[in-house]
């Protein structure tokens, strides 16, 4: 039988001249794929958290915004750039967390700005294959974190990971699942906790279902469970992606990365940050500079429950993501190498 592994995380449909992506909102129990066309129903994926993780973000907006291109009318090439800044701008406004959507996009722009000379007709088929080559460096990025992170665990190593920076989050192998994929094929046998990562539940709904459809040894915890498990010895590494890193390593990631990394640093284990470099920013010195997403307090307070879990009035607080100060973080695990803070990346 199929497994979630065997579905593509972001695709485009040639036939359809559509962006196609798993609704990772009706997972773990339903495996719908959408086609997108609209500028709206793009934006609202992204919203929503239909596609969602910082790479899979980024390559989805690609795609998006190439199935797009392929829609402007204009034959001028001044009109077709002015409808393709706009359709830039409003899907940048999706999620203003994770750098890989703005850092995908104008990746895309520079693809036109780079060819003055060439027609629009040209330009299009351009930002289709632009996007197509952003997918494929994406699963290459994947695989080389994984060949690097796998070098600081060892066999029968407990891992924990908070949401989900696995293979639904990316192209292919995740970012902190990678080298736990690599190892599984290489016979580590780890153990892996999964927080299950509230409110939307990523770690449970996503990471648990991908990795125990991989086969491997994957045990469910609630968010407030990992000092025990610290506490008890069973974790020998934490392995986490990230939404934004800033250039003296501070992280945004999904809320409670931070409360995992204080719990690692009282218990001695060591806290990985594994981080494409399309993610690191140099351009924000610090974390006080990342832009936090908040998002709609009925996610707190109805999502996933028959009837709502907080009386009428009562205030809610739902950031989408934390930041995690350097100093907690023991290394970042990039596709160039392992590095212990960003400014080390200029000298490999
Ligand atoms: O809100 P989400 O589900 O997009 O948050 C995802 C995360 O925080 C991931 O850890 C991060 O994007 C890295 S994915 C490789």
């Known amino acids: 039988m199929k497994s979630i592994l065997d579905y593509e995380t972001v695709d485009y449909d040639s036939k359809k001249k559509a962006l196609v992506i798993i609704d990772q909102t ?6 719908e794929l959408l086609s997108l066309r609209g500028a709206e129903d793009i934006w609202n994926a992204i919203y929503e958290l239909k596609v969602r993780g ?5 390559v989805a907006a690609a795609i998006g915004l190439a199935v797009l291109a392929e829609q402007i009318e204009a034959q001028d090439r001044a009109a077709f750039m002015e409808a393709l800044e706009n359709h830039k701008a409003y899907l940048v406004s999706s999620r203003p967390t994770a750098v890989n959507l703005s850092w995908a996009l104008n990746r895309m722009m520079q693809v036109c700005y780079g060819h003055a000379g060439s027609t629009v007709e040209e330009l299009k088929e351009m930002l289709l294959q632009e996007a197509l080559q952003l997918k494929r ?4 990025v994947c695989r ?4 690097y992170g796998l070098t600081l665990l060892k066999p ?14 990316t192209c292919k192998y995740g970012t902190a699942t990678a080298p736990v994929y690599l190892g599984h094929e290489r016979g580590y046998n ?16 996503l990471t648990a279902f991908e990795l125990y459809s991989a086969g ?13 498990l610290m506490q008890k010895g069973l ?3 934490v392995l986490v992606g990230c939404d934004r890193v800033a250039a003296n390593g501070d992280t945004a990631n999904k809320i409670g990365t931070s409360v995992v990394a204080a719990v690692a640093k009282q218990y001695h284990v060591p806290f990985y940050v594994c981080a494409p470099t399309s993610t690191i920013d140099f351009n924000t010195p610090s974390g006080d500079g990342i832009v936090i997403e908040q998002r709609d307090r009925e996610e707190v307070s109805h999502m996933w429950y028959r009837r709502p879990m907080t009386a009428d009035g009562v205030k809610i607080y739902n950031p989408a993501f934390d930041v995690t100060d350097h100093t907690l973080i023991s290394g970042f695990i990039t596709e160039k190498g392992i590095v212990s803070t960003p400014a080390e990346l200029e000298r490999i």
């Open 26 to 31: 009706k997972l773990p129990n339903d495996i």
């Open 54 to 58: 910082a790479p899979a973000i980024g």
């Open 137 to 140: 460096e994406d699963i290459e």
């Open 144 to 147: 080389k974190i994984g060949e």
């Open 156 to 169: 029968g190593d407990g891992i924990l990971t908070h949401c989900n920076a696995g293979q639904l989050a």
């Open 190 to 205: 780890f153990r892996l906790y999964v927080d299950e990562t509230r409110p939307l539940l990523q770690g449970a709904r």
């Open 216 to 228: 491997i040894d994957v045990t469910l915890l609630c968010d407030n469970m990992s000092a025990s």
């Open 235 to 237: 974790v020998q590494a």
